[in-house]
């Protein structure tokens, strides 16, 4: 166990709808990443918050936001979804800025 | 742009059969270089970090080496239990604190 915690663990739903995914941090940890695995892409980087405010942005789309709130949990949410959405979505957090980065389980997202 | 290449992309061993994963990297001043372990439904589980090269980390059956271009993962006499999904990244000097992925190397062995 990581202690990294994602929910929910599957997560089913249409065309156009909007999901929120949400991550609690290891204890300690400030950094929270997200990130997309596709079977044809493998893990791509989405976004990292550090201490509530955003560091930096990897190829996530407008349609996708995400918050890092006071408690240190972070949200992603993904509005307008399309079929190519679906994917494993990880949170991975790190107690520093450059420090190792340890995964959630993932929220699996099926778009039908 | 940040590049992984892992190889190859598929691995079939008899247990207690030794073999190596290579990593193949490009990165504008590598900050670090990762490999994970991923079962099947579960998320990336850290293995080792590796900042430059020469250096070399082990655990238990795995060794992990680096070279300016590349990392190989060592797996001596593995285990059915060593199966998995192996997956290297780089981290790369600048701002930006994100892990770049290779695709993985699905490893299988068998008893």
């Known amino acids: 166990d990581s202690g990294v915690t994602q929910t929910p663990k599957h997560l089913i739903t249409a065309t156009g709808q909007r999901v929120t995914l949400r991550c609690s941090p290891r204890s300690g940890d400030l950094s929270v990443y997200w990130y997309q695995q596709s079977l044809d892409q493998g893990l791509q980087f989405l976004i990292q918050y550090y201490n509530g405010e955003e560091r930096a942005k990897g190829n996530i789309l407008e349609r996708f936001s995400a918050q890092q709130f006071p408690d240190l949990h972070s949200e992603l949410n993904l509005s307008s979804l399309e079929l190519g959405d679906s994917a494993l979505y990880f949170c991975a957090s790190s107690e520093g800025l450059e420090d190792i980065q340890y995964f959630g389980a993932g929220t699996r997202l099926s778009v039908l | 742009e940040d590049q992984v290449t892992q190889s190859p992309e598929a691995l079939r061993l008899q247990e207690g059969e030794s073999s190596s994963l290579n990593c193949s990297y490009t990165v504008s001043g590598l900050r670090g270089l990762f490999w994970y372990r991923q079962d099947p439904g579960k998320g990336p589980e850290f293995l080792f970090t590796l900042y430059s090269a020469g250096e070399e980390k082990e655990k238990e059956r795995l060794k992990a080496t680096l070279t300016k271009k590349e990392s190989f993962l060592h797996i001596t006499a593995p285990k059915p239990e060593d199966s998995a999904t192996y997956l290297c990244?780089?981290?790369?000097?600048?701002?930006?604190?994100?892990?770049?992925f290779g695709k993985g190397t699905l490893l299988t062995v068998n008893p």
């Open positions: 990244a780089v981290r790369s000097g600048g701002s930006n604190y994100k892990l770049t």
